[in-house]
């Protein structure tokens, strides 16, 4: 049967395990080389997620199960946003490409809300890498849509342009003009 659970302790060595399966299923996709280098936890992965199960009251670390085996894992953040409220931010949802779509992030993504809605958060955001389709239905599926899209473009083998007449980019303080 699939569960949902607050991760403790015993759970730090599985989560490992599979936040690196995670990290390496989308660092080849489109996006997840940038996404593995700046979103995705660093290695040595161990203490960073002994610190969100175990001490970090600004995270919460769920794990989904199958009979009582950890098969799945989700970690979201709570942040303070201007006017002081609160918004939770999934950073990881991962599941075992065996136990996909038998319901165990589905269970999870449940218990994400309730630990959002306990703390008054306003809302629920997460990351999917472009062209990944399944995970931008999962999330649909739980009410999240894009509130934002980031752009990127990458800067690494290309020759470097000379942009005199500011005909790339913005202004120097960073905001994009239009031009004819």
């Known amino acids: 049967m699939e569960r949902a659970r607050l991760a403790d302790v015993d759970d730090v060595a599985a989560i490992v395990a599979l936040a690196r399966e995670g990290i390496e299923e989308l660092r080849p996709n489109r996006g997840g080389a940038v996404w593995s280098r700046r979103e995705a936890h660093r290695e040595p992965l161990e203490p960073v997620i002994a610190e969100a199960v175990e ?64 703390v008054g958060a306003i809302g629920l955001d997460g990351i999917v890498l472009p062209g990944d389709r399944a995970s931008k239905n999962f999330f649909e599926t739980f009410g999240l849509t894009a509130r934002a899209i980031l752009v990127h473009r990458s800067l690494l083998d290309e020759p470097a342009e000379h942009d005199e007449a500011g005909e790339r980019g913005g202004a120097v303080d960073g905001s994009a003009e239009r031009r004819s």
């Open 55 to 118: 001490s970090d009251p600004t995270r919460t670390v769920v794990v989904g199960t199958v009979d009582d085996v950890v098969v799945g894992y989700a970690l979201m953040r709570f942040e303070a946003l201007h006017d002081e409220s609160v918004l939770a931010t999934i950073s990881d949802l991962y599941v075992d490409p065996r136990a996909r779509c038998i319901g165990v992030g589905e269970v999870m993504m449940a218990e994400l809300e309730r630990a959002a809605r306990a």
